[in-house]
């Protein structure tokens, strides 16, 4: 890299992250200020586990996360084996706008139509309140399933279409020859969009907020209610623990993906050396 | 041993198509049409134009300090919203195409460290990061501690137009980068060489080999920047004080106030409005593609 280069990438990483470090300086303050630090301690640490409002919401959005996200793996990959084999242009076409939509959409949009159906619905069957945990959990699957089919659904043309047709020919049933041969080939598209789903499921916001019910709170919107009033170095904790806990995801996930890409290198090589030796 | 016809196997994947097909039925099409309801819906269900036609002619007055006048307070909010959101994506493009290019240009270990880095402020809830912002851009706060400390003086910045931009910006700024980069990393490097031998300058090279070759990260930058600047609704209320309404602010102010017919108009206009630009956008790349 250039000189000029590395000074630009410099800045704008210190744009990047010196939010964060002043967040994760200031958790670490004796004092309530958010802005002068007079002495370490882990006061607010102790505070936020002593808050079981937000302990209770951490706890409800990993539930949520969990539930949406697999049911839009699940759904996602059995859309987009369907989307693939569409023999009709037309209906592709339809399907493809239909699946973009939640993600041109401003989320906003998404949200509010959603509870405008929800609060039409609910009304129609009498109930007073027709937002819950449900509600959420559609929301979720609905703005998830996008990403999922995204992912798998150019795994699925990269496919090699004769594999499953000749497990077919060698007897397998469609639904074996699937599970055997399909599945793993578009494992990776899979994996990547569950973790997309499941990251999206855990930060959303502005859907979950038009689509909460008043007994279902989840951690971004117990953010927001935090810093409706003066906040204290307590979320700044929060903060900060999120932060090392998606570091070390990170870690976790490059290090496995590097651990993969030697382990096919290797076999790469073995087979290398075996064809030198074959054709010797 | 037993064969399955092609009309058994396309049954088959019809059946996989049909839970997500009932699905986005459900819950994508049919609340947008519920959206259209409500907008042209009063409270008893009566159809009426009553919501859309309080967006356009709906008034209020401003007085600043002496003088007062009289405005369109919706058609000023939406303008509003479109001016900070167009500065802000401007902005984006700005500081993101030079790194996008950076990137590209580096050593692949480099270039998976700086993506990796470029991504961790998205994993932060946008909620505490723009609460992060306004700690730092308070009239007590770090940053005019540092101005003070090097003699620039207390600016006053917070419930200001542009510390709903610097939030914006900081918020949206990775969207634009990561569209680009890839686009720029897949560029074949042969043909800048090309453009070089043949005697082509430096800005030539960026204005007639780079920058056509990257447009479609471009355009999709632009619009996952622009799309969700122009209906936020968070960061207009934590950095601009409440004082700028955005039509982000407009809507959630709405649904808060449980006024949900004219909360549907409001998106519906705002639904209206992005898919005509986005139309335009599309066609505007494709004709540029055709051209190229």
């Known amino acids: 890299m250039k000189p000029a280069s590395k000074i630009f990438t410099a800045l704008v990483m210190i744009f990047l992250f010196a939010p964060i470090v002043i967040l994760l300086v200031f958790s670490f303050n004796e004092a309530k200020s958010l802005s002068v630090f007079s002495g370490f301690s882990f006061y ?97 699957v609905t703005f998830c399933l996008p990403y999922v089919i995204l992912q798998v659904l150019p795994k699925l043309q990269q496919m090699d279409s004769a594999l499953p047709e000749a497990a077919m020919d060698l007897g397998c049933t469609p639904l074996r020859a699937f599970f055997k041969v399909e599945i793993p080939e578009i494992l990776p598209g899979i994996v990547t969009g569950l973790i997309m789903a499941f990251t999206l499921s855990l930060d959303d916001f502005v859907i979950s907020y038009f689509t909460a019910g008043n007994g279902f709170q989840t951690l971004p919107i117990r953010i927001y209610s935090m810093t409706k009033k003066t906040v204290t170095p307590k979320m700044y904790a929060l903060a900060t623990i999120i932060f090392f806990v998606i570091l070390a995801l990170l870690l976790i996930s490059n290090l496995s993906d590097s651990d993969g890409s030697r382990v096919i290198k290797e076999a790469k090589q073995k087979r290398k050396k075996l064809k030198a030796q074959n054709s010797i | 041993m037993k064969r399955y016809a092609p009309s058994q196997r396309s049954l088959l994947h019809k059946l996989v198509l049909a839970p997500y097909s009932i699905w986005a039925a459900l819950f994508i099409l049919v609340p947008l049409a519920f959206v259209a309801y409500y907008a042209f819906t009063d409270s008893n269900f009566n159809f009426t134009f009553e919501n859309i036609s309080r967006f356009f002619t709906a008034t209020s007055v401003i007085s600043d300090g002496e003088s007062t006048r009289e405005v369109y307070t919706y058609l000023l909010i939406f303008a509003r919203s479109l001016k900070l959101a167009v ?173 949900l017919h004219f909360a549907a108009a409001i998106a519906f206009i705002l639904m209206v409005i992005l898919l005509v630009c986005m139309a335009f956008m599309q066609r505007y790349a494709n004709k540029k593609a055709v051209a190229a």
């Open chain 1, 44 to 140: 607010w640490y102790r505070e936020l586990f002593r808050d079981s409002e937000t302990l209770n919401a951490v706890k409800n959005t990993l539930v949520l996360a969990v539930c949406a996200s697999a049911i839009s793996t699940i759904m996602g990959t059995a859309a987009a084996v369907g989307i693939n084999k569409l023999r009709n242009r037309y209906l592709h076409a339809v399907m493809d706008t239909v699946t973009n939509i939640p993600m041109i959409n401003p989320e906003i949009i998404t949200g509010i139509s959603l509870m405008l159906m929800f609060v039409f619905v609910g009304r129609l069957f009498g109930a007073a309140t027709s937002l819950s945990f449900w509600t959420m959990l559609i929301a979720h």
């Open chain 2, 87 to 259: 500065i802000s994506t401007f902005i984006c493009l700005l500081m993101g195409y030079p790194m996008a290019y950076i990137m590209s240009r580096a050593s692949s270990r480099t270039q998976k460290v700086l993506v990796t880095l470029i991504m961790i402020p998205m994993w932060m809830n946008f909620l505490i990061r723009t609460y992060a912002w306004m700690t730092i851009l308070q009239d007590t706060g770090i940053l005019n501690g540092l101005l003070g400390f090097i003699g620039l003086g207390p600016m006053h910045i917070i419930g200001t137009e542009s510390a709903v931009v610097i939030g914006m910006v900081y918020d949206y700024f990775p969207y634009m980068i990561l569209p680009i980069y890839s686009v720029m990393a897949k560029m074949d490097i042969k043909l800048i060489e090309a453009a070089r031998d043949l005697g082509c300058n430096s800005l030539g090279v960026l204005r007639r080999v780079i920058w056509p070759l990257s447009l479609p990260g471009v355009i999709s930058g632009v619009i996952m920047v622009l799309i969700p600047s122009i209906s936020t609704f968070y960061i207009s209320q934590k950095l601009g004080n409440g004082k700028f309404y955005l039509i982000g602010d407009a809507i959630e102010g709405q649904y808060v106030a449980n006024n």
